[in-house]
């Protein structure tokens, strides 16, 4: 019997040695062997088109917050009873507290979105939701700007959410409801009934649509009834 400290003939060292070799060539998974995937065409027409008749602004600066591009959106007037609109190349804010804002969120911006809301005193909207980020340094920086109104555009019903998700007309007032205020009990204060039933409604909601906090119903209903 072979004691545990005794060396292998180099003639099993070296059969051992063919046999990893055969197995490393069937597995090998660095980077110059592994497979690569097919290259997917992108269509940069296309891409910009879509963002042109996005319906909600948005906005590409550069390291001095130009204006280099914005959609028609951002262009049309929509912006300009809220606290951000755009005056030939520049971003203007309705206050000093909000440019100040904005503008820290806009250099420090990177590949993580970061998101700030600015509210607005007058006018027609109340306010703005901003999705920031940004890359490169000096003449090659570059700040996406994704700007949503607070306040719902259309109702859960009128945006498809109800249809998209089997809610009933009451369950979509509630989705309507929870847009404009924060708890269930103002709901029920609003609408002119129970908490319980509000409740009740907000736990189907939550059913139908697969969000399991407060949170995810706002944001999925945003996806659908923000501007």
Not at 166 to 179: F, I, S, Y
């Amino acid at each position: 019997m072979r004691s545990s400290q005794e060396p292998v003939p180099a003639r099993r060292q070296a059969s051992l040695r063919q046999r990893h070799s055969h197995s490393s060539k069937g597995n090998d998974h660095s980077a110059g062997s592994m497979p690569r995937a097919p290259a997917h065409s992108f269509d940069l027409g296309m891409a910009t088109s879509w963002l042109e008749i996005d319906q909600r602004p948005r906005l590409v600066l550069d390291g001095a917050d130009r204006v280099l591009w914005c959609n028609a959106a951002a262009s049309n007037g929509a912006l300009s009873d809220g606290p951000l609109r755009i005056d030939g190349d520049r971003v203007v804010f309705a206050s000093v507290d909000h440019a100040e804002t904005a503008r820290r969120l806009f250099r420090d911006a990177d590949a993580t979105v970061q998101r700030i809301t600015l509210m607005s005193d007058a006018g027609n909207l109340e306010g703005i939701a901003l999705g920031v980020w940004g890359h490169g340094e000096d003449t090659e920086r570059r700040v996406f700007v994704k700007v949503s109104p607070l306040q719902p555009s259309v109702g859960a019903a009128q945006s498809g959410m109800a249809r998209c998700f089997a809610l009933t007309k009451a369950e979509a007032g509630v989705v309507d409801e929870l847009l404009q205020v924060s708890s269930p009990a103002e709901v029920a204060d609003r609408l002119g009934v129970s908490v319980h039933t509000i409740r009740t409604h907000i736990r189907r909601i939550y059913a139908k649509t697969g969000v399991r906090s407060h949170g995810q119903l706002i944001q999925l209903a945003l996806v659908f009834c923000g501007g």
